[in-house]
């Protein structure tokens, strides 16, 4: 069975610009989560989809959003990218939600640099 | 809320050695208790998770885990390291209900010859 999958990998964006990342999860799977990684703030939750709905909201500004569409890929977009931005994006999927004790898979991140 | 505290941000060892990896967490609720491992450009992979029931709980290439409820502490311990376990591990807690997962700081471990 594939892993988490997430695309673009690289991304080089300059600031005030906009950008968006999918995130395709393991087959059968209908929980998306993503999270941001960063030597200063380490590893920080964003959001988490399940059935196309926003069930948690981490702590971050409203420029960082997301949807999750009806196969259950899911997108994030960050508008108007700040330096701080730069970040190591990741994606994990689960089969359900709202449990605590789901496994959740990481996909490989994408790493964005902001110029 | 629930956080997460890894006292020791590098743990150096050599082959073959012994070694544990610090996690205690702080939380209000009943929390599930996970540990993850990142080697260099990739992703998350799990390592072991406590969920109910025992407390010493054991993981993938040969990691095991116990869970102290009175010193809210889950350390991570393997036997004998190789290098290949030279990685970032990362101590992780959930709360019943929720699927976010709070993350401590990350313990870099080196393994050397």
């Known amino acids: 069975k594939a892993g988490v999958t997430q695309t673009p990998r690289y991304l080089i964006k300059t600031r005030g610009q906009q950008v968006t990342l999918s995130c395709s999860p393991i087959?059968?799977?209908?929980?998306v989560s993503w999270y941001q990684q960063t030597p200063g703030q380490g590893l920080q939750f964003l959001f988490e989809?399940?059935?196309?709905?926003?069930?948690n909201k981490g702590n971050f500004p409203g420029r960082f959003s997301g949807r999750q569409f009806s196969n259950s890929r899911s997108e994030m977009n960050v508008s108007t990218l700040e330096l701080g931005d730069s970040a190591l994006y990741l994606c994990?999927?689960?089969?359900?939600?709202?449990?605590?004790?789901?496994?959740?898979?990481f996909g490989p991140g994408t790493r964005l640099t902001v110029l | 809320a629930q956080s997460v505290t890894q006292l020791d941000s590098q743990v150096p060892v050599f082959e073959e050695a012994p070694v544990e990896l610090r996690c205690n967490y702080s939380?209000?609720?009943?929390?599930?208790l996970f540990w993850y491992v990142q080697y260099p450009n990739q992703g998350l992979q799990l390592l072991l998770k406590y969920l109910s029931g025992s407390t010493l709980v054991k993981g993938i290439n040969g990691f095991e885990a116990e869970f102290n409820k009175s010193q809210t502490s889950f350390h991570l311990r393997k036997p004998s390291v190789h290098i290949s376990d030279t990685a970032e591990y990362f101590c992780?807690?959930?709360?019943?209900?929720?699927?976010?997962?709070?993350f401590g700081t990350g313990t870099r471990l080196l393994v050397s010859p």
């Open positions: 992780a807690v959930s709360a019943t209900g929720f699927q976010k997962l709070v």
């Open positions: 994990a999927s689960s089969l359900t939600s709202g449990g605590g004790y789901n496994e959740q898979f």
């Open positions: 939380s209000s609720v009943s929390v599930y």
């Open positions: 989809y399940f059935s196309e709905t926003q069930r």
């Open positions: 087959s059968g799977h209908r929980s």
